[in-house]
């Protein structure tokens, strides 16, 4: 799924925080196992993105090349990122959930740009440096 919102909390221990909407299957499985990955996409990643942004049946990890991070959680073998994290905490706030995950691992990718969606619209951020 597509996250509605992905941020820093802290940074000792690091911590993220992770807005999922309660309608998507991927919450009920965040709370059943208590683990997620957040993968940054690249700008190669804009189908999948709208694949998984989707409320649809069909097998979404059948696109992309999916490995299995340190907790189990599926990383995109070619993220720009990705964050293995464990949930430690969550709010209920209307139709959203809000976790609180420790990251257990960091993993880079060998992605040229990223990929963010703001404003209705993709928009692809230049390669650092």
């Keep these: 799924m597509t996250a509605t919102a992905v ?12 807005c999922v909407n309660q309608r998507t299957k991927s919450h ?14 690249t700008g190669e990643h804009e189908e999948l993105s709208g694949r ?14 999916w490995e299995h991070a340190i907790t189990g959680a599926p990383v995109l073998a070619n993220a720009l990122a990705a964050f293995d ?5 969550r709010l209920n706030r209307g139709t959203h959930s ?6 257990d691992v960091t993993l880079n990718g060998n992605a040229d740009d990223g990929l963010v969606w703001f404003g209705r619209t993709y928009h692809r951020l230049p390669p650092p440096g």
């Design 7 to 18: 941020c820093s909390v802290t940074d000792s221990p690091p911590t993220l925080l992770v």
């Design 28 to 41: 009920d499985m965040f709370v059943e196992n208590g683990v997620l990955c957040v993968n940054v996409l």
């Design 52 to 65: 998984f942004a989707r409320f649809s049946e069909d097998d979404r990890f059948a696109y992309g090349t």
């Design 85 to 89: 994290c464990r949930i430690v905490d």
């Design 98 to 103: 809000v976790f609180i995950c420790e990251v």
